[in-house]
């Protein structure tokens, strides 16, 4: 786990800057029920670490970002949307009898527990941001009722053949398929920090790479050499990449390569910004797909759909009261 950088240890005060608990502070209520500042920091500490690990660290807050809000501003607005959903689908699932029982929370707590146990800084950075057994059981209590609320929606809501069929119609450009599976060997130009190597060292590595592809053209199993020399993480599996389109985030030098290739073909040296390439073509797909192959998808999608729509409602119809002054008031 990337180490996260700051720790938001006021998380764990039991006062705050005026004196008052956290616990009967709420930075939000809906439908009469308080979301408490102490969760709403917890949660707010855990956006902000994803998007900091997502980021390598290098996250300037202050930045606006549209209509003068800042990345700040946008994190604390997203945790707190996302924390009166939450409570909005627990309030109908508690409605519906749909909640979890105690037991099937307590393994949640459990099962978390055990994947941290052994990963002492994981358990420090938690502790910092004062997940405990409390936080914890809110937070699954919430998790679980939101899958149960789901899955029972799903299995009473129909889709008749006539809207998955005009659905088709309408989406279709989205079901022609057009992918390239490859394998790669890489000899990388640059270290684990993304820095740029030497160019003494770049052009050693684009000799190994030349070596290679000796090895290669001269029938050499593609697999294996790629297990032997290449430094991406595939290796361990002889290079191989998942199937990919011409939308999908891979390195324009390498897509561009792969889908310029045919079934087994080998490129010749592919250089991006991470060092480079060997690729070898595995399969090409091309295809108009039926309605009938992607029905049941279309049934998953418009369903998901509906179940959008009637959180959606369920929320215009849940009287919610955000208190800013408080929202502001949070650690960040």
């Given at each position: 786990m990337k180490k996260i950088l700051t720790l938001c240890l006021s998380l764990v005060m039991t006062m705050s800057l005026i004196g008052c608990s956290k616990e009967n502070k709420a930075v939000a209520v809906v439908n009469?029920?308080?979301?408490?500042?102490?969760?709403?920091?917890?949660?707010?500490?855990?956006?902000?670490?994803?998007?900091q690990s997502y980021s390598a660290g290098n996250m300037d807050w202050t930045a606006e970002i549209e209509d003068g809000k800042t990345y700040e501003d946008k994190v604390r607005e997203i945790a707190l949307d996302s924390m009166v959903t939450s409570e909005v689908i627990y309030q109908e699932a508690e409605k519906q009898k749909l909640l979890p029982t105690d037991k099937e929370v307590q393994d949640q707590i459990d099962s978390f527990n055990e994947s941290i146990k052994s990963d002492e800084n994981a358990k420090k950075e938690f502790d910092a941001m004062g997940i405990d057994e409390e936080f914890l059981k809110y937070q699954f209590t919430r998790d679980l009722a939101s899958s149960n609320l789901q899955k029972n929606f799903m299995?009473?809501?129909?889709?008749?053949?006539?809207?998955m069929q005009k659905y088709y119609e309408k989406n279709k450009e989205a079901y022609y398929v057009n992918t390239v599976s490859t394998s790669h060997i890489l000899l990388k130009t640059q270290d684990d920090q993304g820095?740029?190597?030497?160019?003494?060292?770049?052009?050693?590595?684009?000799?190994?790479?030349?070596?290679?592809?000796?090895?290669?053209?001269?029938?050499?199993?593609?697999?294996?050499?790629?297990?032997?020399?290449?430094?991406?993480?595939?290796?361990?599996?002889?290079?191989?990449?998942q199937a990919f389109g011409k939308e999908d985030a891979i390195v324009d030098e390498y897509k561009e390569a792969a889908?310029?290739?045919?079934?087994?073909?080998?490129?010749?040296?592919?250089?991006?910004?991470?060092?480079?390439?060997?690729?070898?073509?595995?399969?090409?797909?091309?295809?108009?797909?039926?309605?009938?192959?992607?029905?049941?998808?279309?049934?998953?999608?418009?369903v998901n759909e509906k179940y959008t729509k009637y959180v959606q409602k369920l929320e215009k119809d849940t009287k919610v009261e955000k208190k800013e002054n408080i929202v502001k008031s949070a650690e960040f």
């Open positions: 009469e029920k308080d979301i408490t500042l102490g969760n709403y920091e917890i949660v707010l500490a855990l956006n902000k670490s994803s998007m299995e009473k809501t129909k889709v008749s053949n006539d809207e820095k740029e190597l030497s160019k003494e060292k770049q052009e050693k590595a684009k000799k190994k790479a030349e070596e290679v592809l000796v090895k290669v053209n001269a029938g050499g199993d593609f697999a294996k050499l790629a297990k032997e020399y290449s430094e991406d993480s595939s290796a361990q599996n002889g290079g191989e990449i889908f310029g290739m045919k079934k087994g073909e080998v490129s010749g040296l592919v250089k991006s910004q991470f060092g480079y390439h060997i690729i070898k073509v595995t399969d090409r797909v091309e295809k108009q797909e039926t309605f009938e192959e992607v029905k049941d998808k279309i049934k998953s999608t418009l």
